[in-house]
T-cell receptor, first 112, second 116 residues
């Protein structure tokens, strides 16, 4: 059974810092991995999707890497801003199912 | 593109009543729609997967008679919480997939259900 864990559970940093959020999964036979952002009381916004054959994806100040063999992904946020404050979720899907298994999330607070 | 809406965004009801939540893909046809439940400060838990015109597939532990799912068209799925009780209070989020080979889900804004 696939299990997804995110570390740290919470993070509070001053504006301008570069951040690394971690996601690990127990079954390396994944189809893809997605990173999402969730603001309080809101739905999910997709940030990046990495196919199993890819190593990384970039969008603006965000860079997500994937090491399938070790069951890890990292989300790198450059030059963090207060507007980046949210909960970040990673989720993986497998080849034989279209289900997404979500991680436990990292609550990020960036203060001015 | 790939916008998913949910209605209502927030609902408060009395215990014992039924509540229907709609999920629509606005600019694409969704081959599959998913319903999730999220408790405060917890992650999303998949409740069921539905394909247009067929019965939904429920996850283990989810009562199909309590959480009725209808996927009437390629752009609309509904979740009905029957005989709601306070323990059903939660944040319900739907998602839709337009290309099963790519396996990317697009999420709605969620519905906050409060049962008094």
């Amino acid at each position: 059974k696939q299990e997804v864990t995110q570390i740290p559970a919470a993070l509070s940093v001053p504006e301008g810092e570069n951040l690394v959020l971690n996601c690990s999964f127990t079954d390396s036979a994944i189809y893809n991995l997605q990173w999402f952002r969730q603001d309080p009381g809101k739905g999910l916004t997709s940030l990046l999707l990495i196919q199993s054959s890819q190593r990384e994806q970039t969008s603006g100040r965000l860079n997500a890497s994937l090491d399938k063999s070790s069951g890890r992904s990292t989300l790198y946020i450059a030059a963090s801003q207060p507007g980046d404050s949210a909960t970040y979720l990673c989720a993986v899907s497998s080849y034989n199912t279209d289900k997404l298994i979500f991680g436990t999330g990292t609550r990020l607070q960036v203060f001015p | 593109g790939a916008v998913v809406s949910q209605h209502p965004s927030r609902v408060i009801c009395k215990s014992g009543t039924s509540v229907k939540i709609e999920c629509r893909s606005l600019d694409f046809q969704a081959t599959t729609m998913f319903w999730y439940r999220q408790f405060p400060k917890q992650s999303l838990m998949l409740m069921a997967t539905s394909n247009e015109g067929s019965k939904a597939t429920y996850e283990q532990g989810v009562e199909k008679d309590k959480f009725l799912i209808n996927h009437a068209s390629l752009t609309l799925s509904t979740l009905t919480v029957t005989s709601a009780h306070p323990e059903d209070s939660s944040f319900y989020i739907c998602s839709a997939s337009r290309d099963p080979s790519y396996n990317e889900q697009f999420f709605g804004p969620g519905t906050r259900l409060t049962v008094l």
